[in-house]
């Protein structure tokens, strides 16, 4: 061995060399003898172990074995750090195999880690080559990020300093000759001049160097494109550290464009809450974001999102979601830590501390039984309980709860932790997490103690390497918005429907902000919104600006009770006449009023009232808006907006909200929910055009000899308790508060649990008994009535002399509300208490109609929400799949072919089952996202479907969804109904959800089957589901003009053709009735059981020349019949053979016809 050794040693003396030849041909009789000590105790005194050999024998011992064993880490760390040999006759085992023999003997490793490992081990010897090389090559001087470089000193001995370094770095800079060369001298050149390259671009090359020990495609790389990117990339981040970190975990970041560098890296980080060390992250784990072409879009993409979301930290989340990977692996030595190692999935939406969770299923522990149980991946911002500083940490715990978002103190069962501030575990070093020592086994002593948690240098968190979504604010602002809106109408309120003529389609806008356009293609734009914006539930109707003066109503689904508030613009101003131009005479002027006034008609017709409303949008670029507010409540279900236009022949402004529905006795929605105010009117005004009437504020004047008498205007003087504990006023016209008690006054669409209060007032009959009263309670009542005067009001003698209560009251289960301060009104000078108050509780989507009170009270109705508010589904769908507002083309496909294939009604059960649901941890996260159920595989959730399937695949999954249906239609006969659809789809004939609801109960009840045989005759013929119903229908009724319905049921089950052939059934017949009427039809075909007419089924789709033909052989054969019938009855008269015989007493014989 000796011997071997000294060929690779250049600088021992010749004398030295000969010593140990002699040594190393030495007879093995002389040294067989020798014991195991006497062999150790001559190795160390002797020469032919020095000390290289001695302090390398174990690692390269251990390096052999690493290499059996296939650990490409351990290799990679033997060789580089602990200096093990790679050649010679020690990197052989007993048996005498080197490292390659030995990995292909190691069956328990696959080809490709095999052939990884081979590939290591050749580039080792570079590898070490070019490390030793870039560890010694200078800094550049002045250039860290991560430390200063040059020390104070002279300025002439730092000048010399520099100069000398940069003569350096020049002669460095180019690529040597045998770099440019082939074969084993030319590979390590190249790989030591890159990395030499790389690392005298930075103030620390031994970072750039240790980062090639577990990167060797850092040697790959272009030096020429590296030595521009990596400084570029490090002035970025300014830091040296983060960007070699980066580079080292995607070196395709060496070959960006150092100006591409500087001009998005410094938005990036901006969007990442400047922070550095995310923005590395996020271009090593996505690289291209380094390619945008407007690094500004960033922000503008960051802000549209807040916008949607409704505030910024939502935003901000999303980032963190898409840049937090969807797996995480935890890694350690074999055989140790088997509750901690493994892979652990992202819970979608779940945080704490803003920052996202991970948990591994206790169904991947499937071994250890019972005990099995999720661990999860926690961040606890407030440190590890006990320890010197209070630094955030990522805990291993078996202990999460989703309904905690913040944590107060750190977990007292977790089994592991690593401090870190970073967003995801894989970010913290490796070494870096912490475990309880063995003379802690307990855990809670171990936390009050975090000095006994040594870190574990083997174990490390580290991507899962899953997919991860599109980045999100690389799309531009308005693809952003654009596809929230569309999400928002496919899990929303409303849809509009998919037949709208593009003239008048109207565009979703779910969150109006300033500066968006008025009408699209026009130029007015919102200078302000006042609260209509998406947080506040309002989604606007963006209407074309050039709406045609016929257009038709805008039909939408409403899916919830909801609200239509109309907005017109004010009448331009008139243009002043040119100087010298006199004004047109009375009665010529242009008819200007008519246009400012003609759309109050229409609305009038439609329902529509006069709202509260004060708070108005802004607009610039058109005229402002008129302070008349039209609205009108609608149930769910199909409504129908009018769009007539208004002033100048300008559309008007809609919002759609939802809110509870309120309807008249005369089934008008002329209600409007407000807060109960002093001094409020209790009636809302009708729509007056100007003209009609006097105006606000104004008595029109009595006739002649009349007296006027004018109804006192009744204001709510004070609402007393409830106007401060959520109730809302429900407020109508003044006939609305009137109804007989036989009559529903108002009946109420609830959209969530509500409670209904129902307020009676007494109104006094004349005004001197009521004066007195009136006077008193004015006296404590001023504006907004003291709790003393309300009280005093309620329990005056007047209120004592209150009719009773009417009594459906009790029947229909309404309760009394007792309040410390009734509500009073005022009218006329007189103040009005409150006589009685009842209420009753009304769950969401039901009904409630109130009754009339009849002439003697005034009847109002409040209602109070009981149930919080409903959380919003896109929301949550978004905090759990941020990558789905980039996928516009899915989605929008997606919702097309749902609503035409499976109809409106299905596609929304199905769109708001997959918004809602919550899919199990780590189940089948490659079936989840492209599964379609069609192999038996679970079937993965549209949203998942639009991020990361194709077009086909869409296809698929809806295709699954219609099989659904069919298969409930056959009777539960999957496989049969699949093999149906498909034969319609090799025919060409695709039928929707909806065709097979409507034709699979008229063939069944055309053939007379149950639904398990029906799957009999649609596999037989396939073109039966084809055909509409109502042609299923005419096949039907056609027969069963000349057959009994069993019959023809019996008829179509042998003959299925003749269901979907109508027009050759009718004509059929037709040419049939030509020569024989209905009844005589129908006789012959149910008495024969022979001859031509059993033959018609056979015409039926035939020329006009067979069914002729055919009809000439029915006329032989009903001749024959015919004159067989007379000769069977020949002499049946008074004279003839029959008289004879009966005279003669004998019967004549009558010779037999010939043969036909």
């Known amino acids: 061995q000796a011997s071997v050794s000294l060929k690779h040693c250049s600088t021992i003396s010749h004398a030295c060399r000969d010593f140990l030849s002699a040594i190393a041909t030495m007879s093995s009789n002389a040294m067989k003898y020798r014991s195991p000590q006497m062999e150790r105790a001559g190795m160390r005194r002797s020469l032919s172990g020095p000390a290289a050999v001695r302090s390398r024998k174990l690692p390269t011992r251990e390096y052999l074995r690493a290499a059996e064993k296939g650990n490409l880490q351990g290799v990679r760390l033997l060789a580089l750090e602990a200096n093990s040999e790679l050649f010679g006759c020690r990197t052989k085992n007993a048996l005498g195999c080197d490292p390659m023999h030995l990995l292909d003997s190691s069956h328990h490793l ?41 020390e104070p000193g002279d300025g002439l001995a730092s000048r010399i300093a520099s100069k000398a370094s940069k003569d350096t770095m020049v002669s460095k800079a180019t690529t040597p000759a045998l770099a440019k060369t082939s074969g084993l001298a030319g590979k390590f050149a190249r790989s030591e001049n890159t990395l030499t390259r790389l690392a005298s671009t930075i103030g620390a090359p031994e970072q750039v160097a240790n ?75 996505m690289p291209e974001l380094l390619e945008l072409e407007r690094p500004a879009g960033l922000q503008e993409g960051l802000q549209a999102v807040s916008t949607c979301m409704g505030n910024y930290k939502d935003a901000l989340w999303l980032v963190g979601q898409i ?113 309880p020592s063995e003379a802690h086994p307990t855990q809670t002593r171990a936390i009050e103690h975090p000095g006994q948690w040594p870190a574990d240098a083997y174990v490390n968190a580290i991507d899962g390497g899953r997919t991860r979504g599109s980045w999100l604010y690389k799309h ?75 257009a038709p109503p805008i039909i939408l689904t409403a899916w919830e009770p909801v609200q239509i508030v109309l907005f017109y613009s004010s009448a331009p101003e008139q243009k002043p006449l040119p100087d010298g131009e006199a004004s047109p005479p009375p009665g010529e002027e242009e008819p200007v009023e008519n246009d400012r006034t003609a759309h109050v008609d229409a609305l009038r017709e439609a329902g529509f009232r006069a709202s509260m409303q004060t708070k108005l949008p802004g607009i610039s670029g058109a005229p402002e808006l008129a302070p008349d507010v039209f609205i009108r409540s609608n149930p769910r279900g199909q409504v129908a907006i009018p769009l007539p236009l208004g002033p100048g022949g300008l559309p008007p402004l809609i919002f759609v909200r939802a809110q509870a529905c309120a309807l008249t006795k005369d089934g008008m929605s002329s209600f409007e929910l407000i807060k109960p105010r002093g001094n409020a009117d209790v009636y809302i005004p009708d729509i007056v055009k100007p003209g009609d009437g006097a105006a606000d504020g104004e008595v029109a004047e009595p006739a002649d000899g009349q007296e006027q008498d004018v109804p006192p205007k009744l204001t709510m003087s004070s609402p007393g308790e409830l106007g401060y504990n959520g109730w809302l006023f429900l407020a109508g016209s003044e006939s609305d508060s009137h109804a007989e008690r036989t009559e529903n006054q108002v009946s109420i669409v609830a959209a969530d649990n509500l409670k209904v209060a129902v307020a009676l007032f007494h109104l006094p009959e004349k005004k001197e008994a009521a004066q007195e009263d009136g006077e008193e309670v004015a006296r404590e009542s001023s504006k907004g009535a003291s709790p003393e005067g309300s009280v005093a009001a309620a329990q005056s003698p007047k209120c004592k002399q209150v009719p009773p209560i009417p009594s459906w009251f009790e029947e229909d289960g309404w309760k009394p509300i007792k309040v410390r301060l009734p509500m009073i009104l005022s009218g006329g000078g007189e103040y009005i208490p409150q006589a009685y108050l009842y209420g009753k509780d009304l769950e969401a989507g039901n009904s409630l109609c109130v009754r009339g009170s009849g002439p003697d009270f005034l009847s109002f109705t409040l209602l109070k929400q009981t149930s919080p508010a409903q959380p919003d589904p896109l929301r949550g769908l978004l905090l759990r799949e941020p990558a789905l507002l980039t996928a516009w083309d899915n989605v929008s496909l997606l919702v097309d072919l749902m609503r035409s294939e499976l109809g409106d009604n299905m596609a929304r059960r199905v769109l708001m089952s997959g918004a809602c649901e919550i899919p199990e941890v780590g189940t089948g996260i490659e079936s989840a996202c492209k599964g379609s159920g069609a192999d038996g595989g679970p079937r993965g959730t549209w949203p998942k479907l639009c991020q990361q399937g194709s077009a086909a695949d869409i296809r698929a999954w809806i295709f699954e969804h219609k099989l659904d249906t069919l298969t409930m239609q056959l009777g539960g006969r999957r496989p049969g109904a699949r093999q149906v659809l498909r034969s319609l789809r090799r025919l060409d004939a695709e039928i929707t959800v909806l065709q097979i609801e409507d034709r699979c109960p008229v063939l069944r009840e055309v053939l007379g089957v149950e639904p398990t045989l029906l799957l009999e005759a649609l596999s037989k013929q396939g073109r039966l589901l084809a055909k509409d119903s109502a042609v299923l229908r005419t096949s039907f009724d056609i027969i069963k003009r000349y057959l009994p319905i069993d019959r023809v049921k019996e008829h179509f089950r042998a003959r299925l053709m003749h269901v ?36 018609w089924p056979a015409m039926v789709g035939m020329p006009d020349s067979d069914i002729l033909s055919w009809i000439g052989r029915l006329g032989a054969e009903e001749r024959e019949l015919s004159c067989r019938n007379r000769v069977q009855s020949l002499g049946a008269a008074p004279c003839g053979a029959s008289a004879i015989a009966n005279a003669a007493g004998a019967i004549p014989v009558i010779p037999p016809l010939p043969p036909y």
């Open 110 to 150: 696959t080809l490709e880690h095999i052939k990884a490992i081979k590939d290591e081990l050749k580039e080792l010897p570079q590898l070490i080559n070019a490390v030793n090389t870039a560890k010694a090559s200078p800094s550049r001087p002045g250039q860290s990020h991560s430390k200063t470089v040059s």
């Open 211 to 285: 980062a090639a020990k577990t990167q060797p495609k850092l040697l790959w790389e272009s030096a020429q494109k590296g030595e521009k990117a990596l400084p570029a990339l490090s002035k970025a981040l300014k830091s040296e550290a983060l960007a070699v970190q980066a580079v080292h975990d995607c070196p395709a970041l060496l070959r960006m464009d150092p100006l591409k560098i500087k001009r998005v890296m410094p938005a990036l980080i901006a969007v990442l809450q400047d922070s550095n060390a995310e923005a590395a992250y996020a271009v090593s784990k």
């Open 323 to 435: 840049t937090a990977p969807p797996s995480i692996k935890i890694v350690a030595r074999k055989w140790s830590r088997e509750d901690v190692i493994g892979e652990y999935f992202r819970i979608d939406g779940a945080q704490m501390d803003d920052k996202p969770v991970w948990c591994k299923p206790a169904r991947t522990m499937n071994h250890l039984g019972s005990k099995a149980k999720d661990i999860f991946l926690v961040y606890c911002g407030k440190g590890v309980v006990g320890g010197d500083s209070r630094q955030g940490c990522w805990t291993i715990t078996p202990n999460y709860s989703a309904k905690l978002r913040k944590t107060e103190t750190c977990d007292a069962g977790i089994i592991g932790w690593a401090a870190s501030t970073l967003r995801s575990p894989d970010q913290v070093p490796e070494g870096s997490w912490h475990f």
């Open 476 to 550: 531009s602002a308005p693809e952003l918005r654009a596809c929230y809106d569309m999400l928002r109408e496919a899990v929303g309120l409303v849809w509009r429907h998919a037949q709208s003529p593009d003239c008048t389609a109207p565009r979703l806008v779910s969150s109006l902000c300033k500066g968006d356009f008025v009408h699209h293609g026009g130029a007015a734009k919102f200078v302000e919104v006042n609260g209509f914006t998406g947080i506040n539930g309002y989604i606007y109707l963006q209407l074309p600006a050039s709406l045609p003066a016929d």
């Open 1060 to 1095: 979907i052939q109508p027009d050759e059934l009718s004509h059929l017949f037709a040419r049939i009735n030509e020569r024989y009427d209905d009844d005589f039809i129908s006789r012959r075909l149910q008495e024969r059981t022979s001859g031509e007419w059993i033959r």
